[in-house]
């Protein structure tokens, strides 16, 4: 099986929810909403077309990234970034290098949109591999209880976390649910 990672397209929508539906169906601390999030943020401001992309394998969507406009609010201003939610692998393909393709598949395209920074809140053993770190080493919060280890940031450029610290602003189809 060859697995082949691309832009989501017209046609993928209900794919990908299904994807994501079964991706976190055993998770505990899941609201298995996540396609619902996607959907709203589909239709918001805060959608990149280029960064919802998706895994597939001979036709079937095995995985899907999406990587959505945020900024992080400061008292030296507002810097743009860009908000990682969800990353899902359906459960017969995770731990097999799908979630890795689609995050350094996402990074490139970012950095090549011109995107500096990147947030999430998730599992630090995960995402450390990716070089991402604690957002409190950078003086970064989200708007939400969420234990400090899990908010992470990684810069996706030399300086694209410099001077930059405050509170992450998600788009509000990010938030509501």
Request: proline residues 6%.
């Amino acid at each position: 099986m060859v697995l082949t990672v691309r832009q989501e397209g017209p046609d993928d929508a209900a794919a990908i929810a299904a994807a994501v539906r079964r991706a976190y169906a055993d998770v505990p601390y899941s609201d298995h909403r996540e396609h619902l999030m996607i959907a709203r943020l589909r239709d918001s401001a805060a959608w990149i077309p280029a960064l919802s992309l998706l895994a597939e394998e001979d036709g079937r969507v095995v995985g899907h990234i999406l990587l959505t406009r945020a900024a992080i609010r400061g008292a030296r201003g507002s810097a743009p970034t860009l908000a990682l939610a969800p990353l899902s692998v359906v459960p017969e393909r995770q731990g097999r290098g799908v979630g890795g393709r689609l995050v350094r598949a996402a990074h490139r395209r970012a950095r090549d949109l011109g995107y500096g920074s990147v947030v999430l809140v998730g599992i630090l053993d995960y995402y450390r591999r990716f070089g991402y770190r604690p957002m409190a080493d950078h003086a970064i919060v989200v708007p939400f209880t969420v234990p400090a280890r899990n908010c992470m940031v990684l810069a996706l450029t030399p300086d694209g976390l410099s001077g930059v610290e405050g509170m992450v602003q998600y788009a509000p189809e990010w938030m509501d649910g």
